[in-house]
């Protein structure tokens, strides 16, 4: 049985991982497994599986750096970990120094076949390692910054510092002023606005930059800029934000497009329009339009092989075909598809461990921890959960590590009589499932319906 060091000056080094792992950055760990909720950050230490994925992805990462651009999907069924996947790897983008963006696509507030919308919720979901979310403002702050310091290096005066700094924004956003004139006007609205410490049309320009409709006419009149984006404007406006945030000191850009497969639900008129809108975005990545950026989609089995989905825009399922007839173990992660297998057994029960030890390297007592909630218990509890939803092991992470954290493992550290196997009982409320687990907790097998027959 692993035994966890304990912590030291705030710090502790949690088994099966390499490196220091600090008391704020298990406490957010824990506490987020304890609300049933995927950890904002911090995923690497919840891994489990994913290494066999590490060398292709880290390569794709670099060569975006380097001025590549990538797009990739995602598979799996509900609950096999695709929202895990794709943070997991947003924290090794923003490593890396890129900018990450995740977007929930959905019917009424994300349909796909708005990109303008999609650049919208882009902007508004952008992190940086610096930055929460919307980090569009300190983006462009810092490009601004930038220009001015390399204008000074290059020798310029005070005096001298607008003209050189116009000349070199008119430089950098040469090729975007070719496909998108009015974002490079606004950014020169902006910083005119901002010299002329006029806050509100700073602001104002600054959310018709990021997207936002209804934006004051006063403030477009004053950026020289008219209408709102529309779906056409969206990819030159990616185009823009792709140059600023590289000039600023970022190596690229990480979007998730999350839960694609909601497409089979729209009227069909939608969603062959959002079909042939990926099938556009995949063919500008592939063309070298937007360099910097690593553009990922999430969708389940159904989504990419049905009719209702992928199957139905012919150009599109040629792009994203896949072979997955072979052992999972020798899946490509180089293909443009990757398939996430789910968890087993034996797989949870390995994350249990590894979450026990981390939780009890912050504990004051960690020996108790780990002996009281051993592998046996832990084993034990993982096969409760599965069982409770109807032995469907692969949507049981989540409420597991819920269990385990919130049930068992805060009782132990707190209490010095408490044994789980004496005084707890799994209780599953159908009021803390999600709609995945809730229709696995409900499942029953054709076995057990009662027929009439004459």
């Not at 999609?118 to 930038?146: H, I, K, N």
């Not at 529309?230 to 990480?254: E, N, P």
């Not at 996430?340 to 979450?355: A, H, P, R, V, Y």
Request: hydrophobic share 40%; aromatic share 6%.
């Amino acid at each position: 049985m692993r035994s966890p060091q304990c912590e030291t000056d705030g710090v502790s080094t949690s088994p099966g991982r390499t490196g220091p792992v600090s008391a704020a950055r298990r406490r957010d760990v824990i506490d987020a497994l304890r609300r049933g909720a995927v950890p904002e950050s911090g995923l690497d230490l919840l891994a489990t599986g994913l290494d066999r994925f590490e060398q292709a992805l880290d390569a794709e990462l670099e060569a975006v750096a380097s001025g590549a651009s990538v797009f990739k999907a995602v598979r799996g069924e509900y609950g096999s970990g695709k929202t895990f996947f794709t943070r997991w790897l947003g924290e090794r983008a923003k490593r890396r120094r890129f900018a990450v963006a995740e977007i929930q696509i959905s019917e009424n507030e994300t349909p796909l076949h708005k990109l303008e919308t999609v650049y919208r919720r882009l902007t508004e979901r952008l992190t940086t390692p610096g930055f929460p979310p919307s980090a569009l403002r300190p983006v462009v702050d810092a490009w601004s910054y930038a220009l001015e310091e390399d204008a000074l290096a290059a020798g310029a005066s005070e005096e001298e510092l607008p003209d050189e700094v116009e000349r070199l924004m008119t430089a950098r956003l040469a090729e975007v002023s070719r496909h998108a004139p009015s974002f490079a006007i606004a950014l020169r609205g902006y910083r005119a606005a901002l010299a002329a410490g006029d806050e509100v049309t700073a602001s104002a320009v600054m959310a018709w930059l990021g997207g936002q409709p209804h934006v004051a006419a006063a403030a477009r009149k004053a950026a020289g800029v008219r209408g709102d984006l529309d779906h056409f404007g969206a990819l030159g406006f990616l185009q823009g934000l792709l140059t600023v945030l590289q000039d600023s000191g970022h190596a690229g850009l990480f979007v998730v497009l999350d839960e694609v497969e909601t497409l089979q639900r729209v009227r069909s008129d939608a969603r062959d329009k959002a079909l042939n809108a990926l099938r556009q975005l995949i063919d500008e990545v592939h063309s070298g339009r937007f360099p910097g950026l690593y553009l990922l989609i999430t969708g389940t089995p159904a989504f990419y092989d049905g009719q209702q989905g992928v199957q139905r825009l012919a150009p599109l399922a040629q792009r994203l075909a896949t072979d997955f007839t072979t052992d999972p173990r020798f899946d490509n992660p180089r293909a443009v598809q990757l398939r996430l297998s789910g968890f087993t057994l034996d797989s949870l029960i390995g994350l249990g461990l590894t979450i026990r030890d981390l939780y009890a390297s912050g504990s004051s007592n960690p020996d108790r921890v780990t002996s009281v909630a051993d592998e046996t218990y832990i084993g034990d509890l993982a096969k409760a959960v599965g069982g409770a939803l109807g032995g469907k092991v692969g949507v049981a992470p989540r409420l597991f590590l819920k269990k385990l954290v919130g049930d068992v493992l805060d009782r132990i550290d707190q209490f010095e009589d408490f044994d789980p196997r004496k005084h707890y009982a799994l209780t599953v409320n159908a009021a803390e499932l999600s709609e995945v687990e809730g229709n696995a907790a409900a499942a029953t097998s054709a076995d057990d319906i009662a027929l009439d027959l004459p």
